[in-house]
């Protein structure tokens, strides 16, 4: 065990005296110019917090989310989101979009009485937007 020991010590001086010169010639890729200590921070953002849906911006685009979800809880055993999402018998219908049937697919392609565990975590995907101007210019169209 010591002379175990004792080996894993002299190859650690080695190699912090073969990389010691080494080090020594690093450089930093954006110059001599330091890292400010304290930036301000990010102004937040509103969420956008419509009644009506947002409209795609490409094929196969997951719907966004049209108002906050910032307090929602989605755990392994609660998700707020199937509240209002998942159409119930007997229940009063609220003006929220309904779930697609490929949600209560399994991998199998199985359907289910449920939401598949694999589509639990609806801010995977969807996500809600807030009001920001582009950072630069652009030339996108949505899709049609």
């Known amino acids: 065990m ?7 010590y002299i190859l650690l001086v080695c190699l912090v005296g073969v990389a010691g010169p080494a080090v020594s ?5 954006r ?5 400010p200590t304290t930036l301000e921070a990010p102004k937040l953002m509103k969420f956008i917090n419509d009644k009506e849906n947002v409209d795609r911006t ?3 685009q997951p ?15 609660v998700n707020e989101c199937l509240e209002c999402h998942v159409k119930e018998a007997g229940k009063d219908e609220a003006k929220s979009v309904e779930m697609s049937e490929s949600h209560f697919m399994n991998r199998k392609g199985e359907k289910l009485d449920k939401p598949a565990g694999a589509r639990h975590f609806c801010d ?8 920001a101007k582009p950072l630069i210019g ?4 949505a899709a049609k």
């Open 63 to 77: 719907p966004v989310v049209p108002h906050t979800v910032d307090r929602y809880e989605i755990n392994l055993k």
């Open 124 to 131: 995977q995907c969807h996500v809600p937007q807030i009001d």
């Open 58 to 60: 490409f094929k196969e």
């Open 138 to 141: 652009t030339s996108f169209q």
């Open 25 to 29: 010639d690093l450089a930093s890729l």
């Open 31 to 35: 110059g001599a110019s330091d890292i």
């Open 2 to 8: 010591k002379q175990c020991r004792s080996t894993a």
